[in-house]
């Protein structure tokens, strides 16, 4: 369905929230260009990209843009990733709505489109750690971190900017634990991350209770450890 006033869900104003006024904006795997042509319709930027994989979602894309009569400031472009991208295009760029891996596949196949001068605001669906871990060895510091909670789903918020990182603990075991769960969100324990971890563990120990009626092996041995050690810890940020 087209919408004329464009109108984000929590989630995503979340992350709109984050794009610096004025800026310009690449939207990958834009889903009907509605955050690049909600943050004209606000005059938060002048123009974006909206970048779409398959042919399908950039006609929907375009047929949005078309709608709102935006065609002059977004410019929907078909390819892979920030292969879209000239590089240091854009000075924002936002990556919503998809695995934790497959956001830091974009960026680490896209890498040579990216100028350090830019702010990348993701939200991993899940396996935020592989995309903390993406922005740490490529030298982005954690700005900023958020948690949402819509229609029974819970959605991290990652934003970050290229320079020294302050977030996270010097201590490495610490460090590995706030690439998990997330050095921010670990201090501020809001509900919804209470909440999030909590389900996890739950997962966690269904898994584990399968795991222990298998055959004993030195692998399976190994991972129930880790996943008990796993549980102890989200025991300790859930309470």
Known sequence: MMQMNVVLDQRLQKVVSYIPQGAILADIGSDHAFVPC???????????????????????????????????????????????????????????????TLIASILEEGKDRLSGEERLIL???????DVRKWLLTNSYALLSEAIVEENGKIYEILVAERGDETLYSEDETTRQWELFFGPQLMRERAPEFIEKWQIEKQKREYILAQMKQGQATEVLSEKIEAIERLIQKMEEVTN
């Open 38 to 100: 909600f943050c004209i319709q606000q005059q938060k930027i002048e123009r974006a990209i909206a970048g779409e994989v398959n042919e399908g979602p950039m006609e929907a894309a375009k047929g949005q843009v078309a709608l709102v009569g935006l065609e002059s400031q977004i410019d929907v472009r078909l390819g892979s990733g920030l292969s879209v991208l000239k590089p240091g295009e854009a000075t924002a760029i936002t990556i919503a709505g998809m695995g934790g």
């Open 123 to 129: 939200q991993p669906n899940v396996d935020a750690v």
